[in-house]
C-alpha cells in the first residue's frame, strides 16, 4: 500500500506539475529538484520499511489484499479520467496496468512460504519511483536550471 501511495504521489505531481504556467526557467528547475528529492527520499523510506519488514520487525502477512487492490485501482481510475489527452490517458493507463497486475498477481500468489514476494512488488515500485526521481533531479531539473542561465 505504501509503494503505491508512493507512485500515485508521484503521477499527481507530474499531473499537476504545470499549474502556474508559463514560469522562469529557475522556478521550474526548483519545482522539479524539490520533488525529485522528495522522491528519492520516498524511495529510501520505503526501502527501510521494505527491510525492517523482511529483518522481522513486524509480521508479513497481508489481510487486506481486495482492499488495498480496489485503492490503488481507484487512484489509477482517478488518475487516467483527469488526464486531458487521449495520449496521455492511455500512457497512464498502461503504467497503471501493469502496477495493477504487478500487485493481483503478488496478492494471487501470496502464500507464508512466499512472505518475500510482496516484498518484491514494493521493491519493483520503489526502484522505479528512485529512477523517476532520480532522472528529475539530475536531468530535468538541471536542464531547466542551466537553461535560465544560458539566458
Given at each position: 500500500?505504501?509503494?503505491?501511495?508512493?507512485?500515485?504521489?508521484?503521477?499527481?505531481?507530474l499531473w499537476r506539475m504545470d499549474d502556474g504556467a508559463p514560469w522562469d526557467a529557475w522556478r521550474a528547475g526548483v519545482r522539479c529538484l524539490f520533488a525529485g528529492l522528495l522522491g528519492l527520499l520516498a524511495a529510501v523510506a520505503l526501502?527501510?520499511?521494505?527491510?525492517?519488514?523482511?529483518?522481522?520487525?513486524?509480521?508479513?502477512?497481508?489481510?487486506?489484499?481486495?482492499?488495498?487492490?480496489?485503492?490503488?485501482?481507484?487512484?489509477?481510475?482517478?488518475?487516467?479520467?483527469?488526464?486531458?489527452?487521449?495520449?496521455?490517458?492511455?500512457?497512464?493507463?498502461?503504467?497503471?496496468?501493469?502496477?495493477?497486475?504487478?500487485?493481483?498477481?503478488?496478492?494471487?500468489?501470496?502464500?507464508?512460504?512466499?512472505?518475500?514476494?510482496?516484498?518484491?512488488?514494493?521493491?519493483?515500485?520503489?526502484?522505479?519511483?528512485?529512477?523517476?526521481?532520480?532522472?528529475?533531479?539530475?536531468?530535468?531539473?538541471?536542464?531547466?536550471?542551466?537553461?535560465?542561465?544560458?539566458?
Open positions: 500500500m505504501l509503494a503505491a501511495a508512493a507512485a500515485v504521489g508521484h503521477r499527481l505531481f526501502f527501510a520499511v521494505i527491510a525492517a519488514g523482511l529483518a522481522g520487525y513486524w509480521e508479513m502477512g497481508h489481510q487486506h489484499a481486495r482492499a488495498t487492490l480496489a485503492l490503488v485501482a481507484a487512484a489509477a481510475a482517478l488518475l487516467v479520467l483527469v488526464q486531458v489527452d487521449w495520449q496521455a490517458r492511455w500512457a497512464e493507463t498502461r503504467f497503471w496496468a501493469f502496477v495493477a497486475g504487478g500487485l493481483a498477481l503478488t496478492f494471487e500468489t501470496w502464500r507464508p512460504d512466499l512472505e518475500w514476494l510482496p516484498c518484491l512488488a514494493s521493491a519493483g515500485i520503489g526502484m522505479w519511483l528512485a529512477l523517476a526521481s532520480w532522472r528529475m533531479v539530475r536531468t530535468q531539473a538541471g536542464d531547466l536550471l542551466h537553461s535560465d542561465a544560458r539566458m
